[in-house]
């Protein structure tokens, strides 16, 4: 193994460009003490995520809040930031662009690209387009982060960050011009003092900002910086060396020794953008931006023909119990979507947080019409994807086969990129088609009496295989206790044990682990039993066909058995021995916390070393690594992780994967999800799923199951641009098709917004073998479009010889095409006089004008912090007046603020805010400090930092700490590493 990870770093340490994008970059780069993007952006969010927590708890008196259960859902969130973060140095739109990473001197450039960021992400939260705001927001923290590591803020003795990068109103550095040389001559790996005295100065006046060159895009002028690092093609060139402190490798980063400082300004940047985005869009939105402790979302598809009263009904009656099962839990109402459908109709879609509201639109579906037997289905399945969280459960019922099949691939595309399981429960069994089957076939009018193929619904069976779901064939009578899947599924913390399905028609054999943590195990077993055992650890055996037994509860419905195990569950190996009349699928959930999300990677081999994240499907028999995120675990709690399994259709092991710790956890925190890698020397051929196991405190096995099927494929698609869309402009979307097979002919897909996209296709091309294929897919957005709207673009590729597929899915945010991104300002019109020693008897006060520089006009102010009261007028006060009493009756005072009020609404309050606001604070000098909070029209904030006898221009310097421990600075040289390598070699 040692020597297979040698040939990969002497392979693949290319130059590193920024800093390390994650966990694997360090090992590559032999600097094991490196901070990376990965860390930075994983600590900060969960920093202040825990810190709104506290917050809320406060606020509500409520302090038993667990702390360690974030959900599952929080880290696939956070993983997309991080996905979305690291892509900026994998791409190859992006990898080497000295804009994205702030070199080259782009200063300008790079900063209206940050403020670009910041305003998709501002846009995308406001409309509820989570996953565009985790994808600008990934992007704006590299470019943010990168700034630290490559210019020269940390030599100019800087120790807080800047803000003029976000906030255009606050003081800026002018940058070297670009015949001004910056740098020295400098012959060693480690650059000290070879930055020229003028760019190292602390004084004021005479500061200047320089970033690094990279290579010779653009070419390096004569004296300038360089990146620097072994791979830097610039750095021989004058002036020689480098200044960038990506990692604490001198190979890498002449600046080595003050990767510590830049990592942290990075850090307290990254926190600094959180915070200001919390205190924009509020609390709630920010934790619903991350998915904190949010229970599944409750999706239904409905098909809304006549024969579908039952149904419907079954359906109300399961939504109204969750929804008062869940009104107990504060803050756990969840998102509930609502697609009707039936042909040619679909939707609209309904999306709402509030129950009350569902259920008013649950109220109002009946059943009508009728007519030919296929219907618009899988068109609802894409509209209900689409509009739902990643990781929900949809539940489609209907007695109808898809009229509208050509969108199968779209739609399995969507469940896979979005992890999201797709449940059908069909009232109609092509089984049981006659009447001399023993079963009433369900009534429907239909046009035509020629007889139904018995595989229509063929394609509901794949889809819900492929996502983890599962199909139902159950009768009308027997459709409200069916529905109660529903329940079983969308409770919180709820893992699988087992999720396997059989043909065969002789006895099967299958097994389940139940851990320490494992509580209220649940089995839905669909099909048709004939026999049934089920055994506990000890040996007991029950037969599941009867209902009664001392292990388990049975309820057997038309086409599902629902068993709940028997308290108290007996931690161990249980066993199933089953015999069934057609296909049997076993799913087995439980109530825990701890669980696990996994993706795939490969080792890029460009100008970044890390580890980049396999988009859509895997290409079978290559090799690449498994990464995975183990979340729930509480502080000390002892659990291990060994390997994971790699499970066939039908649950045989195709192949067993160790796994090690990546050391990309913080010791310092007891709540950051364990991160574990594992090497694949060849992805399998076949269709799998991925089981992982460990060992919990109490010595006994501990399982978890990813549901989904994972479809090993020899073609990608690799999108290489997702650009904003401007409303009246046209778009083009970028990609290649790789083909990793033989010659053969591709038929391409691309499916959103009718209203935005040009030609859906299908698009026929060849592409040659071990080749790729480039092209792209336009878009047109129109004028009325609103800024903040997110189109899903879904491209699939199908190979026309094989069942080779693959698809990407790209999401594109609507942006105004010229966006105001400048924020409110402040400024002192009376200085406050200093506090005396003795603070309990004296009060000081400050007066303010409040301005808008952009277009938008005020919004909103608040008072964030402060003990005193925050008065707001509507016109200026005259010299000496504090208080506006005894003044005439326009400058009275208007409006009183305190600490802890919500945002005051200014728009409301007074007619044309684009003019300034003038605001008067007065404290004890007991509480020496205020901070005030103010936004414009376009979302834009400023915080204006207030303090006693502080000077007229307003600063906000405060140092806030992102919670990191420090790290101890070591570096591998190049050539020590080479000879460790042959040496093992």
Known sequence: ??????????????????????????????????????????????????????????????????????????????????????????????RSDPVYHFDSEQMDSAMAMLRRFWTQTLLSVRANEHQSARHSLGQLFHSL???????????????????????????????????????????SITCRNNLLPRLTNMERDARLLTTGYFSNVPPKPEGKCSHGGILDSSRSMGAKGGINKDSTSPVFSPHHYLHVEAAMLASEATLTVLRDLRDTVGHKAFLRLFSVKQVPALV???????????????????????????????????????????????????????????????????ALGGGDEPEMCFTAIQLALTHSPPMSK??????????????????????????SKVTFLLTEDPKYATESSGRRRKKRKRRSREPLPPDRFSLYSSLSSLSGGLTIFTSNSDIHSVSSIVEDNTAADKVTLLHVKSDQDQMSSHSFRVDSSVKNVTLHITGLLTECILTDPSGQSQSLLSKQGSLADIEPFTGLYCVRLLPPIQPGQWNLQAKADGRITFNIIADSNVDFLYYFATVTNETHPGLARVEGSPIAGVPAFLVLAVMGLAPHQEVSFSHVTLLGAEGESLKQVLLNSSSASSPSSSYAAEELVGWLDSIPRVPFCVRLTGRDGEGNKLERVATEMVQPTHVRIQVLSAPPLVPGHSTMVKFNILNHGPDRLFTLMADGDPEYLHSKGPHRFHVGAHMLFHSQVGLHTPSTAQAGATVTLTLSVHALDSADTNYAVVYLTVVPPDPDTSPPSCSITQVPSPCPPVCNESTWDVSLAVSDKGRSGLAALQLQRGQGTLTLFRNPLPTGDKTGEGQPHHHQREVTLMEGDTPFNVSEWVVGSSQPLWVSYTSSCCSAQAELLVWDAAGNMKRCHLASGQQKQLSDTRTEHSGSGPVTLSGFFFFTWLLLCFEIL
């Open 145 to 187: 982060q990168d700034f630290y590591s490559h210019s020269n803020w940390v030599e100019l003795g800087q120790r807080s960050i800047y803000r003029h990068l976000l906030q255009p109103e606050e003081p800026a550095l002018p940058v070297a011009e670009g015949d001004t040389p910056t740098c020295m001559e400098c012959f």
């Open 1 to 94: 193994m040692h020597w297979l990870f040698c040939v990969y770093f002497l392979l693949l340490a290319l130059p590193c460009t920024c800093f390390l994008p994650n966990f694997w970059s360090r090992v590559l780069t032999l600097s094991w003490d490196s901070y990376t993007h990965q860390h930075i952006t994983e600590r900060a969010i969960l920093n202040v995520t825990l810190d709104t927590l506290k917050d809320i708890q406060k606020d509500k008196g409520d302090h038993a809040e667990d702390e360690t259960r974030l959900g599952r859902a929080f880290w696939r969130a956070v993983g997309e930031v991080v996905k979305s973060n690291a892509e900026m140095d994998f791409l190859s739109s992006t």
């Open 300 to 366: 239904f598809v409905m098909d809304t023909t006549g024969s579908m009263f039952e149904e419907i009904t079954a359906a109300r009656l399961r939504a109204h119990a969750i929804i008062q099962n869940r009104a107990s839990l504060p803050g756990q109402s969840g998102t509930f979507v609502l697609v009707p459908f039936h042909d040619p109709e679909v939707g609209p879609v309904y999306e709402t947080d509030d129950p009350d509201q569902f259920m008013q639109h649950m109220e109002n579906l009946l």
């Open 394 to 419: 949809i539940f489609v019922f209907t007695d109808a086969s898809p009229k509208d099949a050509h969108l199968f691939d779209v739609v399995k595309a969507l469940a896979l990129a979005k992890q």
